[in-house]
């Protein structure tokens, strides 16, 4: 069992990547493998809308000068799939968005490739837009046909300055409890 985490932060090891690592810590905690993919530093290219892989249908984009091919493997062999972003111009960041944009579409090339798989979005706002980051995010995964698990609250924090986040501590319960269900989850689907 293997939940792959992405960080969509141009700020690597800031506050969503704290948030993202609290949900880890506790699938580690329960069996599961992990592993957190800070997209901080990186060109990823949008969609070009070129539907290539909707003709080719090899489950990979034909954009191959940065590494979204590779992560679109990882989000396949991976039983749950945790995306964080902060929030920006009260939307996810377009690193976020250009991973969402293209995983989305290859994977819909061939039908039910991330289907039954469990997906949780975390958002990260200093004041307004975490919620609809948090929306956003989560129409990725109800549009695959994966499955959605809850949490204590809304999968949001609310922080500025790096490690901020820390203070927050309802947001901290709520990667605890969302950590426990998407472990409960994985489990029951995988039985
Ligand atoms: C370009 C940009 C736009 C932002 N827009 C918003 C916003 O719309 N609403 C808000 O509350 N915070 C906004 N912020 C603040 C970040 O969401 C906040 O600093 C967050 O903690 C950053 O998370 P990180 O440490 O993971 O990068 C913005 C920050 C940047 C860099």
Redesign the pocket.
Known sequence: MKVVAFNG???KD????VLLKRVLKVLAAEGIETELIQLAGEQIHGCTACRACFETKNQRCVITDDKVNEYIQKMIQADGILLGS?????MMSPEMKALIDRAGFVTRATPDTLKYKVGAAVA??????AMTTFDAINHFFLISQMIVPGSSYWNIGV??K?NEIETDTEALKTMDDLGKNMAWLIKKLKT
Do not use: E, I
């Open positions: 932060s141009a700020r800031g506050n969503t990547a902060p929030t920006y111009f009260a990260v706002a200093r004041r307004a837009g922080a500025n790096k």
